[in-house]
């Protein structure tokens, strides 16, 4: 009988294949712990590298972290505001506690001065703040600001923005600066215009502009060359003068809110006083969005999309009546998600 096929050897590196080779059996043993000495090597170098690379990630977090909350500004009198305000209300059932219904305020962000002076900032803009004995500073760094200066004959306040500076003593006035055009309106006393290079304390020449109440200017770069004829100062109408305010009126965002919250949140916020005139009406969920001062677009939204009347009882007073009809569905509309009272 033929000899069968002959096992080929294992490797010369392999620790079990001591029976084909000559070595003794310390030999053997001793490539065995060599071999795992190695492993151990491995799985040491791997935990050091996974180790390193854990501590790599995690500075780097830090930093990220650490950088992004130095870089945000905050809303002092020192320091650079920005953003507007949202407040958001949220009203429970008291049947319900799960069951809310939510009212968003939206308005400019204000900030209360050292000297009694009020700051509205519109959208993203930004002002530093620098008061000394003698004088008051305020430097738009960008976007659109409104200023209610308190009466202060000892320390002008100086608005600057880009190479524009507006002084005033006691008034109110919004000052924008794009890029490096600056619109300046006054809504309340009187301001002077001037270049920001001259000291606001020491005035030796008249300014490049008065501007009064209900009046503005648009000052550019070469408005400011010493070769400029004089700035043009124009009488803002009363539609364009509320246009250019707007901003500055707050605004309501309902999102299926009981008309109780509607009504208490508009008088606390609008020009007039609504009443209900049944407890029950108050249950009526509603949504849309208007400004605290459009009594007609809540009025109309109400009648249009709620059967809801108003009945005047003066000037700047009405009373909402209960639905002329029920509606129960959900339907889209131009104020978003509208749903009537299913009582």
Request: charged residues 20%; glycine residues 4%; positive net charge.
């Amino acid at each position: 009988m033929a000899d069968g096929p002959t096992t080929p050897p294992l490797s010369p590196d392999h620790a079990l294949d001591w029976p084909g080779r000559t070595a003794t059996a310390e030999a053997v043993l001793a490539a065995v712990e060599r071999r795992v000495q190695r492993r151990r090597e491995w799985r040491r170098r791997a935990v050091i590298a996974t180790t390193s690379l854990a501590l790599v990630l995690l500075a780097g977090f830090t930093w990220l972290h650490t950088d992004s909350a130095a870089s945000s500004p905050a809303l002092t009198a020192s320091a650079s505001s920005s953003a507007p305000s949202v407040v958001r209300i949220l009203a429970a059932a008291a049947s319900s506690p799960a069951l809310t219904a939510s009212a968003t305020l939206m308005q400019p962000a204000r900030q209360l001065l050292a000297d009694g002076s009020q700051i509205e900032l519109n959208g993203d803009a930004q002002v530093h703040v620098e008061f000394s004995s003698a004088v008051r500073r305020v430097t738009i760094l960008r976007g659109e600001a409104h200023f209610k200066i308190a009466h202060e004959t000892t320390r002008p306040f100086v608005v600057v923005a880009g190479e524009v500076s507006v002084r005033a003593v006691g008034t109110a006035f919004a000052v924008r600066l794009v890029r490096s055009k600056v619109d300046v309106f006054v809504t309340d006393g009187r301001v002077a215009v001037d270049r920001a290079t001259l000291d606001p304390v020491r005035i030796p020449t008249p300014p490049l502009a008065f501007v009064a109440k209900g009046a503005a200017v648009a000052i550019t770069p070469a408005d400011l060359l010493p070769e400029a004829p004089a700035l043009v100062v124009v009488e803002v109408p009363e539609p364009e003068q509320t246009e250019r305010l707007a901003w500055r009126v707050p605004r309501l965002e309902f999102n299926d809110t009981p008309l109780r919250e509607v009504v208490i949140l508009f008088n606390r916020h609008g020009n007039v006083h609504l009443r209900l005139a049944s407890p029950t009406l108050g249950e009526l969920r509603v949504s849309g969005f208007v400004r605290a001062d459009n009594t007609s677009a809540l009025l109309q939204l109400l009648r249009a999309d709620y059967g809801v009347e108003a009945q005047r009882l003066s000037e700047h007073a009405f009373v909402l009546n209960r639905p002329r009809f029920v509606r129960a569905d959900f339907h889209k509309g131009f104020f978003g998600p509208v749903r009537g009272d299913t009582r």
